[in-house]
């Protein structure tokens, strides 16, 4: 099992940047890859971006791309997401995954075994 802690959600204003974190523990050579997904209210969860755990792949949804960026922190077992220039539409409750067995389809929901419980990310114009 991967026990997945997820920190760093806030309120900003449109324009500004925050920074999630997510650690994970337990079994995590097992991991594969990492993922974060954001669900706002009355909406579907969807992908946000991902990351291979080796570090060397990373993965955006094009509502996103070039704004946030995802990393590794290989000494702490943590991933981060990076997100800048936040618009109202990025408020969400944000989830931490993790994937324990190999797919390429990062950007799929249910190819994820664990999940964090998830924090709010508000976002005022």
């Known amino acids: 099992q991967v026990q997945l802690v997820e920190s760093g959600g806030g309120l900003v204003q449109a324009g500004g940047s925050l920074r999630l974190s997510c650690a994970a523990s337990?079994?995590?050579?097992?991991?594969?890859?990492m993922g974060w997904f954001r669900q706002a209210p009355g909406k579907e969860r969807e992908f946000v971006s991902a990351?291979?755990?080796?570090?060397?792949?990373?993965y955006y949804a094009d509502s996103v791309k070039g704004r946030f960026t995802i990393s590794r922190d290989n000494s702490k077992n943590t991933v981060s997401l990076q997100m800048s220039s936040l618009k109202p539409e990025d408020t969400a409750v944000y989830y931490c995954a993790a994937q324990t067995y190999y797919t390429a389809q990062y950007h799929l929901s249910n190819n994820y075994n664990s999940w964090g419980q998830g924090t709010q990310v508000t976002v005022i114009s």
């Open positions: 990351i291979t755990w080796s570090g060397a792949s990373t």
């Open positions: 337990g079994l995590t050579f097992s991991i594969n890859a």
